[in-house]
């Protein structure tokens, strides 16, 4: 096994396929699947699945590319250091479902480093999705949350792809709505009050799931129902159409100003958010911190309640 091996393999699922991988490393497609047909065979293991559209990792390529990434990575860090005597690119990712007050840690952080070089992501993704970027280490961390409703799939879920869930804090549920919304006056709401305005909800693509929803109630009929993708669309819905999101009450006046009100829904469910991720790796350095500005920020926000 060699180094370069280990990057044709990553190179190979960036690409999606052997002959786009070939054209971006510039040596040729036989040369590159015989490099991975002997790694596979050295290891006793198949690293690639082939079909008609590329090819896809097998169960035990997921696992071997988590580890070739890290050789790879720490590999990258000895030459940078000891070689080319350049500063460490620093390299960080997260996966989250979409709350702002992920963002505003995220921001400290980056404001922190405050290096030239660094790479890190931020992905507002499908509570399924994060649940793979955690598994196949393409993010370290994932911000997702649990309810009386949705804990005992998630969890069995995570428990099978060897995954934990860490809680940060618990959240009585809010709406958000408009400043301008009817609603926006009152002290508290009832799942009742909320049936003539239309619902803004999260999709979750080809793994739609009623556990999966990152809304409370998400199994509560609604006779208008918006389904958005990003948080930007539905924050100018919320205000546009006068709808309404069910999410856990923090708000960031910096990121989405003050148009939008949180107002507490009257409720038996809570959302228990916290981080997943793998129970084998200890979280990294630029994880800890991370977690510590995220715990400052919601400590502050909670103060302010």
Do not use: C, W
Not at 108 to 137: C, H, M, P
Not at 163 to 190: D, E, G, I, W, Y
Not at 234 to 260: A, C, P
């Amino acid at each position: 096994m060699t180094l370069q091996q280990l990057k044709y393999i990553i190179q190979v699922v960036q690409s999606g396929s052997i002959s786009s991988a070939a054209q971006k490393l510039y040596i040729t497609q036989p040369s590159l699947s015989k490099a991975i047909a002997d790694l596979e065979k050295e290891m006793g293991i198949t690293i690639f699945y082939r079909n008609n559209r590329g090819v896809y990792l097998s169960e035990d390529g997921i696992k071997f590319l988590s580890y070739a990434r890290q050789v790879v990575e720490q590999a990258e860090l000895l030459e940078q250091q000891y070689k080319l005597k350049t500063p460490v690119r620093r390299v960080f990712a997260i996966s989250s479902q979409h709350y702002a007050f992920v963002v505003n840690a995220f921001v400290a952080l980056v404001k922190e480093y405050g290096e030239n070089k660094y790479e890190f992501s931020l992905r507002e993704s499908r509570t399924f999705d994060i649940i793979e970027d955690v598994r196949t280490k393409r993010s370290e961390l994932g911000i997702i949350f649990l309810s009386h409703f949705n804990r005992e799939v998630i969890q069995r879920i995570l428990q099978n792809d060897e995954m934990q869930f860490v809680p940060l804090f618990t959240a009585k549920p809010h709406v958000f709505v408009s400043r301008n919304n009817p609603l926006a006056t009152r002290k508290k709401v009832m799942l009742e009050d909320l049936k003539e305005f239309p619902r803004l909800t999260y999709e979750q693509g080809i793994n739609n799931s009623f556990y999966f929803s990152e809304e409370l109630h998400s199994t509560i009929e609604s006779p208008k129902n918006i389904i958005v993708s990003d948080r930007a669309t539905l924050f100018n819905l919320l205000i546009g159409l006068n709808g309404y999101t069910i999410s856990s009450g923090i708000l960031s006046s910096d990121l989405n100003g003050t148009e939008i009100v949180s107002i507490p829904l009257q409720s038996d469910e809570m959302m228990e958010i916290g981080y997943i991720h793998p129970t084998d790796h200890p979280l990294s350095e630029m994880s800890e911190r991370y977690l510590e500005h995220l715990r400052l920020y919601i400590a502050h926000y909670q103060s302010l309640v």
